[in-house]
């Protein structure tokens, strides 16, 4: 009887109906986006599992200490702004940076090690400094973390300071506040079965000393990540 059939409605309890033999290609279409929508989207995992994902990724980036990535830096305050491309050549006791027109002032290689860092621009000048960070802010005029970039280049807080982090659904950063900036990730790539960022955004908010500053970095290309 009409009062004994189930009542449930809906695609799902539709597909139940389809004949057995589908005559055309709209038939097939149809079935097809009414399956799409009998999948149930996957719940968030809860705050622990989430936890426990990040210890996971977390404990696969740690280690890395060399790799070489390519991209694109861009970086902006109220009153100028500029581009780069850049190249990182990462190794366990030594950086290599090359910014290829630097903000319109020509190519410029900054290496870093123990016993300091030095900066070579495109007439073959060399500048020294303690740290890349200062020899970048007084070639160029942008105050960059270059010494936290180290880390959340890689998706990772910086250690030794304080942070507020938020992680994705798969346990990896999806924002991170620490030594003023906060970081957006905004995508992820694999990389040697690591996921590694791809492109993220860091901004600092105006200060008495400093304006308010934002860079975004797209990283083309991860090798040698080891």
Not at 92 to 119: K, S
Not at 130 to 146: R, S
Request: hydrophobic fraction near 45%.
């Amino acid at each position: 009887t009409s009062a004994s059939r189930d009542r449930t409605s809906g695609p799902c309890v539709f597909l139940a109906i389809v004949p057995m033999r589908i005559r055309n290609l709209a038939g097939i279409a149809l079935v097809a986006a009414l399956l799409g929508a009998c999948v149930a989207p996957l719940p968030r995992p809860s705050a622990a599992e989430l936890e426990t994902l990040w210890g996971v990724h977390a404990a696969a980036l740690v280690p890395l200490s060399q790799w070489t990535l390519r991209g694109r830096l861009a970086v902006r305050t109220d009153d100028r702004g500029g581009q780069a491309a850049l190249s990182w050549q990462r190794e366990p006791a030594r950086h290599a940076i090359r910014l290829n027109g630097p903000f319109g002032q020509g190519a410029v290689r900054i290496t870093q090690d123990a016993g300091g860092a030095q900066l070579v621009d495109a007439a073959a000048r060399e500048y020294q400094a303690a740290t890349a960070e200062e020899l970048l802010y007084l070639y160029t005029g942008w105050q960059l973390p270059i010494a936290q970039l180290d880390w959340w280049v890689r998706g990772l807080p910086a250690p030794g300071a304080e942070f507020e982090r938020g992680l994705d659904e798969t346990g990896r950063l999806r924002h991170l506040h620490q030594h003023g900036w906060d970081v957006q990730y905004e995508s992820y790539q694999r990389v040697a079965g690591i996921d590694l960022p791809a492109r993220l955004t860091f901004t600092r908010a105006a200060d008495a000393v400093h304006p308010a500053m934002e860079a975004r970095l797209v990283i083309e290309r991860w090798t040698q990540v080891k």
